[in-house]
């Protein structure tokens, strides 16, 4: 059985918009006609369930505990996508223990030979769970801004994952920004640090423009690709979710993932030159 792409999605310091990210990403994949699992990996302040309006009665804690099972703690989100929901308030799981990290390592294990693509929102920073959650993906979503605070902690998000674990890819996306000139300013940024003082090259996925509709579907606890399909973001957001699709596999892991149900609609749509 071939298994799913999972791409680990990180921040290097929190207000940039991960988990808004993570979360209008899964739902885009689906969209494209994807299995598409969201693993919410920030332990002791999840939020996906938040962004999405859900309820869930147990969590990823549980699982963690062994007192749940992952069917247990699986929930349906919007489009299809499999939710894992995380704890909130839980100090325990700030930092795992290695059994806890054995349990959350077979999990991501099974989840990704039941779907095409397993988001993994990680919490931002560069925590050791951080890091050890971003080594067990096959690719690494780096979401950042034009603030200079948050081009600085993305490097440093670089910089430690690169020493932890040097073959990944790291693909940069720039959030609520102006236009591409924008974007393309900070991943340059950051690309030519890495590059000068790494030694490696990241990779530019794309932008997410600047939209206030995307605040307004945030109070509305839905996804902005489902609440406004027109929008500005939500336009970005499909062309971000067609080059995901489009990248081959890495690592040896599973087989291309441009099926034939979803190629058609992976060509980037007319909008792409303001969403590139």
């Not at 925590?127 to 050890?132: A, F, K, L, P």
Request: with cysteine; proline share 4%.
């Amino acid at each position: 059985m071939s298994s799913g792409s999972v791409l680990a999605i990180a921040s290097g310091k929190g207000g940039v918009g991960k988990t808004n990210v993570a979360v209008n990403l899964a739902v885009a994949l689906a969209r494209l006609g994807y299995r598409v699992g969201l693993l919410d990996a920030d332990f002791g302040l999840g939020n996906v369930d938040v962004l999405l309006g859900l309820a869930p009665v147990v969590h990823l804690g549980h699982l963690l505990a062994g007192e749940k099972s992952l069917a247990d703690i699986v929930i349906d989100g919007p489009g299809g996508v499999q939710i894992v929901p995380a704890s909130s308030g839980l100090r325990a799981l700030t930092a795992l223990t290695p059994h806890q990290r054995q349990r959350l390592t077979a999990s991501i294990a099974r989840l990704r030979q039941m779907v095409d693509f397993l988001l993994i929102d990680t919490a931002s920073g560069i925590s050791d769970n951080v890091v050890e959650t971003l080594a067990l993906a096959d690719r690494v979503l780096l979401v950042t801004s034009l603030e200079p605070s948050a081009v600085v902690d993305s490097y440093a998000t670089v910089k430690v994952l690169s020493a932890a674990s040097p073959s990944h890819e790291i693909g940069i996306v720039v959030n609520a920004v102006r236009d591409s000139d924008e974007a393309v300013l900070a991943f340059r940024q950051l690309d030519l640090a890495a590059n000068r003082f790494l030694q490696r090259s990241l990779r530019y996925y794309g932008f997410v423009t600047r939209d206030e509709a995307v605040h307004d579907a945030v109070l509305m606890q839905r996804a902005i690709v489902e609440q406004r399909p027109q929008a500005p973001a939500s336009r970005c957001f499909r062309i971000l979710a067609s080059r995901i699709a489009g990248l081959g596999p890495l690592r040896g892991q599973g087989l291309s993932l441009v099926a034939a149900h979803a190629a058609d609609s992976c060509a980037e749509p007319p909008e792409a030159s303001r969403c590139a």
